[in-house]
């Protein structure tokens, strides 16, 4: 590290993440939703530490807070998000954030870097409201019809009014300034247990899953638990049930090597012990990240359905609500990563694809993006007891700013 500049503080990082894993705390994780207090004082911890990095702080009109520099070159955008899953964990989102706002305070005062590091918190990764709400509104993918429509999935909260308790309401929304950036870098923690059962310190990430998801809706008959013989039932439920199981056993043999699918919520209709539902909904969701292996099971899921249509004594309707294309992430980014590995981290570590989806395949649509990835204990995620190694925090933070740097030439 040049003399001529700040030093790399990877107390200050350790710090600065606690300081925000104190706010909104549960158990050993955090319970901050999308707009709640807790997140609302979470991006005004981040406004007020912006300055520290050279960098002039905003927060735009659906919550996002961008800190920008007036340094002559490059620009280099990074950042992730500061809102949680419910009571769930404190490192993700918030980590990334805090690298960024490192490299920022490091990178941004030291007169041998061409350019500086700007920061970015999108607001609401964890689709409290939507999907990657922030960083699709900064990419210009929202719409203020899709705002109004919005609503908190757990409590059905307009997202109007949760921006107008915000102080937001009226306020512009920022969309990205063409040729202002060089590209995005963003660092998480990995959500699953490669890295640390390789005894890895950095994963470097080649691609982010495209996630797409469904509504599977089941309509039978509903009538009297006691009274309606077997043979004479059409039961929504059963329906569901046996449409789970056949997915399960004909999706192998289409799906690839890494594709992964799930029934996140069942629901039955009306919800009775004593009533045969007469409806039911599956949210179903598939991720991969080739497009035409998505393809290919999402027309086995209509031809499934077509059969279920056909042979009753139910009927199925498959309802597409989400499509997330998958994004590769660029290959200059990954040398950077690579090299500040080996340069900072002994070279430990390994080229690997994200199972979760993240703001950076927002931002890879306009620009250059790449990811950084730490170690989760246990590969545990979206749950409090969430967490990763001090020590690895502090090696992933040297070897984001270390990438940065390179990024800009420095």
């Not at 290959?331 to 694809?353: C, L, Y």
């Not at 790449?370 to 246990?378: A, K, N, T, Y």
């Amino acid at each position: 590290m040049p003399d001529n500049g700040p030093s790399f503080d990877g107390a200050r990082v350790l710090a600065d993440l606690n300081a925000l894993r104190a706010i909104g705390a549960y158990k050993t994780g955090v319970h901050k939703p999308t707009f709640s207090e807790p997140h609302k004082q979470s991006l005004e911890w981040l406004v007020q530490k912006l300055p520290d990095a050279s960098l002039s702080a905003a927060v735009d009109g659906i919550g996002n807070v961008f800190g920008t520099s007036t340094k002559p070159g490059p620009k280099l955008l990074a950042g992730s998000h500061l809102e949680s899953q419910n009571y769930a964990g404190w490192l993700d989102g918030p980590l990334g954030v805090v690298y960024a706002l490192e490299a920022a305070r490091v990178l941004n005062a030291d007169p041998s870097v061409n350019g500086a590091v700007e920061v970015a918190a999108w607001c609401d990764e964890e689709g409290h409201f939507g999907s990657f709400l922030g960083s699709r509104s900064y990419v210009g993918q929202v719409t203020e019809a899709d705002i109004d429509s919005a609503r908190d999935r757990t409590n059905g909260r307009p997202m109007r009014d949760a921006l107008a308790d915000m102080g937001l309401a009226g306020r512009s929304r920022i969309t990205a300034e063409k040729g202002r950036h060089v590209g995005y870098l963003e660092a998480h923690i990995e959500q699953g247990d490669t890295l640390e059962s390789g005894q890895l310190a950095v994963g470097v990430v080649t691609s982010i899953v495209g996630i797409w998801q469904y509504r599977i809706n089941f309509v039978g008959e509903q009538n009297h638990a006691g009274t309606t013989r077997m043979a004479a039932r059409k039961d929504a439920g059963l329906a569901l049930a046996k449409f789970c199981v056949a997915i399960d056993e004909r999706f192998p043999a289409a799906c690839g090597p890494r594709t992964v699918w799930t029934t996140g919520r069942i629901t039955l209709d009306p919800g009775a012990p004593s009533i045969i539902p007469g409806g039911a909904e599956m949210l179903f969701q598939i991720r991969d990240d080739n497009p035409a292996v998505i393809a290919r099971l999402e027309e086995l899921l209509k031809a499934m359905s077509d059969e279920v249509n056909a042979s009753g004594p139910c009927s199925v309707t498959v309802e597409k609500i989400r499509t997330g294309a998958p994004a590769l992430m660029d290959s200059g980014f990954q040398d950077a990563i690579d090299a500040a590995s080996k340069a900072v981290a002994g070279g430990r570590s390994i080229r690997m694809p994200s199972g979760a989806g993240h703001d950076a395949q927002m931002l890879a649509t306009i620009m250059p993006a790449g990811m950084l990835f730490v170690p989760s204990i246990g590969g545990i995620s979206h749950h409090w007891t969430e967490n990763t190694a001090d020590a690895d925090i502090v090696t992933g933070a040297q070897v984001f700013v270390d990438a940065c740097r390179r990024i800009l030439g420095g």
